[in-house]
């Protein structure tokens, strides 16, 4: 079995909710670090404010900083002009009963400082629900203009296969963006 399979098969049986939270975590960040290395750095994971009032699942550093020729890297080159993004945070809902919704939306916008840039990553057991929807467009529309993308375990698996098929996951990334930037209101 293909490391590929052998992800998609973890994504499916990982319990969803607490019992299953930490799994979720470690196996998306592997998957994430697979698809996504190189280009982007070695994330840090659990990083925590000066504070400790906040911390951040997983801080992928993007360093594709200048225009370059390189398939891989000119998504993540796009990006950083784009949105700023500097550094690109993943957050992980491993919900089961739990709705996913607005005070999820609001904790990872807040995590969005001008250092780490606009865009954040929630990678999400399921569909987050309408109101998280809205507070996402509403957080965009603000002056900050700040992008939270929602992706699900099908998304995963679908950069995946498009990994396994020698084409850029990072292109899938760029048209969720696209898509929330056409149906935004």
Not at 1 to 18: A, E, H, R, S
Not at 78 to 101: S, V
């Amino acid at each position: 079995m293909n490391q590929v399979n052998t992800f998609i098969q973890q994504l499916d049986t990982c319990p969803l909710g607490t019992t299953g939270w930490v799994q979720f975590e470690t196996l998306c960040t592997n998957i994430l670090k697979f698809l996504f290395i190189p280009p982007l750095n070695e994330p840090t994971r659990q990083a925590r404010t000066y504070s400790g009032v906040n911390r951040m699942d997983a801080i992928f550093p993007n360093r594709n900083i200048t225009a370059s020729n390189d398939p891989e890297c000119k998504n993540w080159h796009h990006l950083f002009i784009e949105l700023t993004a500097r550094m690109i945070l993943f957050e992980f809902k491993n919900y089961d009963l739990t709705e996913i919704g607005h005070e999820e939306v609001n904790q990872t916008r807040n995590y969005l400082t001008e250092p780490m840039g606009k865009l954040a990553i929630m990678i999400c057991s399921k569909i987050p629900n309408d109101s998280a929807h809205r507070q996402r467009n509403t957080i965009y529309s603000t002056q900050e203009k700040k992008v939270i993308l929602f992706i699900t375990k099908e998304h995963l698996k679908e950069m995946l296969a498009m990994k396994d098929r020698g084409e850029q996951p990072s292109d899938l990334i760029v048209d969720l963006i696209e898509k929330f930037y056409i149906q935004h209101e």
